[in-house]
């Protein structure tokens, strides 16, 4: 069976300082690859995606950057943080199929200060 | 673009009874997917229940089941026997199967209450 893992579980990270969130799933090959933010009481705004290794699609520009170095591995990074980056991060994997459901990670908390 | 409107930002339902959580969407397409994730309080994402636009038949998984009107762009949620699990954050999603189809469109949630 597939499963996806996220780390940290949690962050603490001071204004400007760089980011780097990790996302593997296991169990499948060639997956489509996502990486949402949640805000505080609000739904999941898609940030990047990605069907394929170097294949980085954004969603929102931003501060954040997205990198898939392998293809089970997905990376959100900055080079400097904002407040306004605080939030909940989800990754999330799919077939790579048209309408598959897509399987969300456990999340990282990411506290700006 | 499509949106999705969940009207109730909070419910609330006794153990034991039933309860159905509202959705709607806006979209011009045809053809598309339709999905309820519960997010309890760990957060992570869990999927509940998933429909095909195509498909008369509305979805069923155990006590959750949908009720999808898809000329009043409708896709209610109702789980039967509530338990204290199903405490939780419940979010309505859509997906168009054209070439955006990777894509899910959220709604802001319903924060679903089982009370003993």
């Known amino acids: 069976s597939q499963t996806i893992h996220q780390w940290p579980a949690t962050l603490v990270q001071p204004v400007g300082s760089p980011l780097s969130l990790e996302c593997t799933v296991e169990?499948?090959?060639?997956?489509?690859l996502y990486w949402y933010r949640q805000a505080a009481g609000r739904g999941l705004q898609l940030l990047f995606y990605?069907?394929?290794?170097?294949?980085i699609s954004s969603e929102v520009p931003q501060n954040l950057s997205a990198s898939r170095p392998q293809d089970r591995q997905f990376i959100l990074s900055s080079k400097k943080l904002l407040l306004s980056d605080s939030g909940f991060y989800l990754c999330?994997?799919?077939?790579?199929?048209?309408?598959?459901?897509?399987?969300f990670g456990p999340g990282t908390r990411l506290l700006v200060l | 673009a499509q949106t999705v409107t969940q009207s109730q930002p909070e419910m609330s339902v006794q153990e034991a009874e039933t309860v159905t959580l509202s959705c709607t969407y806006d979209?011009?397409?045809?053809?598309?997917?339709l999905f309820w994730y519960k997010q309890p309080p760990s957060r992570q994402m869990i999927l509940v229940i998933r429909?095909?636009?195509?498909?008369?038949q509305n979805a069923t998984e155990n006590r959750f089941s949908v009720n999808f009107q898809k000329a009043a762009k409708s896709f209610s949620l109702k789980i039967s026997d509530s338990q204290l699990g199903d405490t939780a954050m419940y979010f309505c999603a859509f997906m168009n199967s054209g070439g955006s189809n990777y894509k899910l469109t959220f709604g802001k949630g319903t924060l679903l209450t089982v009370n003993p």
């Open positions: 429909q095909e636009a195509y498909k008369q």
């Open positions: 979209t011009s397409e045809n053809n598309y997917y």
């Open positions: 990605s069907v394929g290794i170097g294949q």
């Open positions: 169990g499948t090959s060639n997956p489509n």
């Open positions: 999330a994997w799919s077939s790579g199929l048209a309408g598959e459901t897509q399987y």
